[in-house]
Structures are given as structure tokens and as C-alpha cells.
């Protein structure tokens, strides 16, 4: 089976742009869920979505959205780009979600905002 | 808001138990503990998690201590590659919101 897969693998953008990621889940699996990872706040939860729906958020503001397709397929966005948004940005599938069950990680999409 | 908290780093001989440990002393009794590892230039690797009494697997095994503040990732006999950062998770639920809070990790360095 494929793992999760996450494109672009590398972005460069300049402040105030928009950008989008995209996420495929392993085969089967219905939950995604997105994380943002920097040196200095580590690892945080942005969002989960589960049947194309938001099941669960975490604390970041509204510029950071996404979506999730009929086919399971993930995209999130950031609007008016800054600085501080340049991170890692992973992804992880899982079959049901509940519970938060084993979490299947992608290699991320690293973002640079100049 | 929720801390969760380990150390920055361990030491341990390869072929040794390695035991890490992670304070989260503000868990509500519903919190889910999670433990995940990450490789270089990897996303997290799932390793073992629990609610409330001890829990193995094939990689490691978790202790959650009694009052539930506290939690300990044991690994029985360490290898090379389970050189990593360890991260301690909380699933934390509010108000039919699930939340994970991620502990600032712990580097693991294995001595040959």
C-alpha cells in the first residue's frame, strides 16, 4: 500500500500570497489531519476532517483552512502569507479517526515564506 | 493552556531499556496519552498509547502513573534505530472538540 503522500515537497512563496497544500491519504483511510511543525513552537495541531467535514480544530486563526474531497483527498490553505508562517507542514491519515487511532504521517511539505 | 512536558534529550547504550518520561500534570480523566517518534527528514511514527492502565506492544510499553499526571514510554532494549525525538501527546477533549497537544519531544541518542 502507498503512505500518505504530500505534494509539493518544497514551496517558497512571499508574504501576503496565498498558498495551498495537498495531502493524499492511504488507501481506505477516511480521516486527515494537518500539522504545522517550526523550530520554535514545535509540533501543533491545526486540523482534522473526517466524510469532507471539520471534526476537530485546533487554535490557529481563520487564514489557515481546508478542505477534504469525496475521494479522501486533503488541501489546506494559508491566506495573506507571513514570516512566521514558514514551517513544515505534515499530514496524517488514519482509517476511522476515533479514538485517534494509529496515525499514518506524510513527510510534509516544506513551506518558506520570504 | 494544557503543557506537556519532557526533557530535551536522554542518553542511552544500545541493548539497554530507555525509559522517557513525560509530565502532563493538568489531564482531565477522558485525555488519551500518545507516543510518537520522528526520524530525520520523516513525519511522525506512531509508537504505543493509553487512557489509563499499562499498555505493551511490540515496540515499547507505556506506564501511566496512578493519579495519571504523569507518564513513562519504555523501550526494553534499544537499538540504533530507535535513535529519534520522541514526542508525548494528549488528546485533549472540550466541548465535543478533540485537540492533540504535542509535548516538546525528546531527543534520543543511543551509544553503541
Known amino acids: 500500500k502507498a503512505g500518505v503522500t504530500q505534494t509539493p515537497r518544497y514551496l517558497i512563496k512571499t508574504r501576503g500570497q496565498q498558498v495551498t497544500l495537498s495531502c493524499s491519504p492511504i488507501s481506505g483511510h477516511r480521516s486527515v489531519s494537518w500539522y504545522q511543525q517550526t523550530p520554535g513552537q514545535g509540533l501543533q495541531f491545526l486540523f482534522e476532517?473526517?466524510?469532507?467535514?471539520?471534526?476537530n480544530k485546533g487554535n490557529f486563526p481563520g487564514r489557515f483552512s481546508g478542505r477534504q474531497f469525496s475521494n479522501s483527498r486533503s488541501e489546506m490553505n494559508v491566506s495573506t502569507l507571513e514570516l512566521g508562517d514558514s514551517a513544515l507542514y505534515l499530514c496524517?491519515?488514519?482509517?476511522?479517526?476515533?479514538?485517534?487511532?494509529?496515525?499514518?504521517f506524510g513527510s510534509g511539505t516544506q513551506l518558506s515564506v520570504l | 493552556d494544557a503543557k506537556t512536558t519532557q526533557p530535551n534529550s536522554m542518553e542511552s547504550n544500545e541493548e539497554e531499556p530507555v525509559h522517557l518520561p513525560c509530565n502532563h500534570s493538568t489531564i482531565s480523566g477522558t485525555d488519551y496519552i500518545h507516543w510518537y517518534r520522528q526520524l530525520p527528514s520523516q513525519g511522525p511514527e506512531y509508537v504505543i498509547h493509553?487512557?489509563?492502565s499499562n499498555v505493551n506492544n511490540r515496540m515499547a510499553s507505556l506506564a501511566i502513573a496512578e493519579d495519571r499526571k504523569s507518564s513513562t514510554l519504555i523501550l526494553h532494549r534499544a537499538t540504533l534505530r530507535d535513535a529519534a525525538v520522541y514526542y508525548c501527546?494528549?488528546?485533549?477533549?472540550?466541548?465535543?472538540?478533540?485537540?492533540?497537544?504535542f509535548g516538546t519531544g525528546t531527543r534520543l541518542t543511543i551509544i553503541p
Open positions: 501527546i494528549r488528546i485533549i477533549s472540550n466541548f465535543g472538540n478533540e485537540k492533540l497537544t
Open positions: 476532517y473526517f466524510s469532507e467535514t471539520q471534526r
Open positions: 493509553g487512557l489509563t
Open positions: 496524517a491519515s488514519s482509517l476511522e479517526g476515533q479514538g485517534w487511532e494509529k496515525l499514518f
